[in-house]
């Protein structure tokens, strides 16, 4: 090997190896870099995995961290304005804060689509996908404090202790292309909880999410360090090549190196990414069409960017919309509201559009929806609190009946009380829709069998095609 290194120096330390590789990250190695099996690749074979014929491949989550409001979106109650400042028993619900009367929306609807779903008049994009979604109006969750209900619709559980939904899918399908992570989560800033939520926990370290911070849109500011401008990828490799060498070593002589496998792994990828992921990354490679279609905000690049990332086999692409929790409507709810629905009309419109036009929504499964929704009685005189007794979800895509809505709330939208649908069985309605039986894929750590939805969870059938 004509490698600058002569790996029989006996004064050459991995330290300097790695001193000198220079401001590419990519560098270390332990196997074949360049082949297409690399240590990314999935556990499926192994888990026999899946567990039956997949309606969908991949998923888009698009989550509205704040918990948006059910009742100015996908379930309208009109019984609100015959009620309007009064506090029947029905709603004499204890609240995270204290709420006082009936506040009814002004939000006007209208039938969408050969089903009829009413679509309130914010969303004139996406009442023309009405047709290919499914409305939740059911969902129920535990805590309606955020960082709680956060983890449990991220992780399954209500601490940052257990591995997300991303890692539990990669963990058990991989990605479909070994030159990009399985799992991306992308926000322009941190949502409440920060990076725990596409944590791995106890899984391998290979299957967390990649974290990617969206305020800029250039591939070279989202993945920073990642292009190695001092040497030429014939000399990465022939260093790659070496260090692999002393790492076959340093396994050799340890029986569960987890760790440095994780390692391992993550620099592994990091090399193959120079060669792919500038060009995925970049949505600069859309028409200009294109991109006015989707329009200039950070979630309208962030939802293109996660079709560019799905077009080329990401398993799981989290959008975070905004930094932090944007609707978290406490006060000026009305005003609030009305802005941020109107600026994820058109980019989920064209999401869908663009993933219909592709041939890639049938197998691509779309969801949205916060970790919770608002109540229907006013806060402080302007605001909604939280609601975790019953929200809307939707979902389209891989596998999902378009035009169906499930489940239903009362009369004012508090609780759900028709075909209830709890976080656990969201999670069991996704595993299924790819191919997987929630209650096998389990993963033994720290004397007990863990998964997903640890001892619950129902597969939603109502709603898959």
Not at 18 to 29: C, H, I, K, T, V
Request: aromatic letters at 8%; one cysteine or more.
């Amino acid at each position: 090997m004509n490698s600058p290194f002569d790996p029989t120096t006996s004064l050459l330390s991995r330290r300097s190896i790695l001193r000198s590789a220079g401001g590419g990250f990519g560098m270390l190695g332990l196997t074949d870099l360049l082949s297409q099996d690399a240590s990314a690749s999935s556990n499926a074979e192994k888990l026999g995995l899946p567990h039956f014929p997949a309606k969908a491949k991949r998923v888009i989550f698009l989550f509205m961290s704040g918990g948006p409001s059910q009742l100015d979106t996908f379930d309208p109650k009109p019984d609100l304005h015959k009620y309007e400042g009064q506090r029947p028993a029905a709603v004499d619900i204890r609240t995270e804060r204290p709420t006082s009367g009936l506040s009814a929306s002004p939000v006007k609807f209208t039938s969408a689509g050969e089903s009829g779903i009413p679509f309130p008049e914010y969303f004139p994009r996406l009442a023309k996908h009405a047709d290919e979604m499914a409305i939740i109006r059911s969902m129920y969750t535990d805590n309606p404090n955020h960082a709680p209900a956060l983890c449990l619709m991220n992780l399954g559980a209500m601490t940052p202790t257990r591995p997300s939904v991303g890692s539990w899918l990669t963990y058990g399908l991989g990605s479909e292309n070994q030159d990009l992570p399985g799992y991306l989560a992308l926000c322009p800033g941190l949502p409440v909880v920060g990076p725990k939520l596409w944590g791995n926990a106890f899984l391998p370290g290979e299957f967390q999410g990649t974290y990617i911070h969206t305020k800029k849109t250039s591939p070279e500011a989202m993945i920073p360090h990642l292009r190695n401008t001092e040497l030429s990828p014939k000399l990465q490799k022939e260093q790659l090549d070496l260090v692999a060498a002393i790492n076959r070593q340093h396994m050799e002589q340890r029986t569960d190196a987890v760790d440095l496998e994780t390692r391992i792994s993550s620099m592994e990828l990091a090399y193959r990414m120079q060669f792919e992921a500038m060009e995925a990354f970049d949505i600069s490679r859309e028409t200009q069409a294109t991109r006015d279609a989707y329009g200039s905000s950070e979630f309208a690049e962030s939802c293109l960017l996660a079709r560019r990332l799905s077009e080329h086999g990401v398993r799981m692409v989290q959008v975070y919309y905004g930094n932090r929790q944007p609707w978290d409507t406490h006060s000026n709810h009305q005003k609030l509201n009305g802005k941020l629905c109107k600026d994820i009309d058109g980019p989920i419109a064209q999401l869908l559009t663009d993933l219909k036009e592709r041939d890639l929504l049938d197998e691509t499964l779309v969801v949205w929806g916060g970790e919770f929704g608002r109540t229907p009685t006013v806060e402080g005189g302007s605001g909604r609190d939280h609601n975790p007794y019953g929200f809307s979800m939707w979902m389209a895509g891989g596998g999902i009946k378009g035009g169906t809505i499930h489940g239903a709330t009362d009369d004012f939208g508090f609780r759900a009380v028709q075909d209830k649908v709890h976080v656990h069985d969201l999670h069991a309605t996704i595993m299924h829709l790819m191919g997987i039986d929630h209650q096998k894929l389990t993963y033994h750590y720290s004397g007990r069998d863990f998964r997903l939805t640890d001892v619950h969870g129902e597969v939603v059938h109502n709603i898959i095609a």
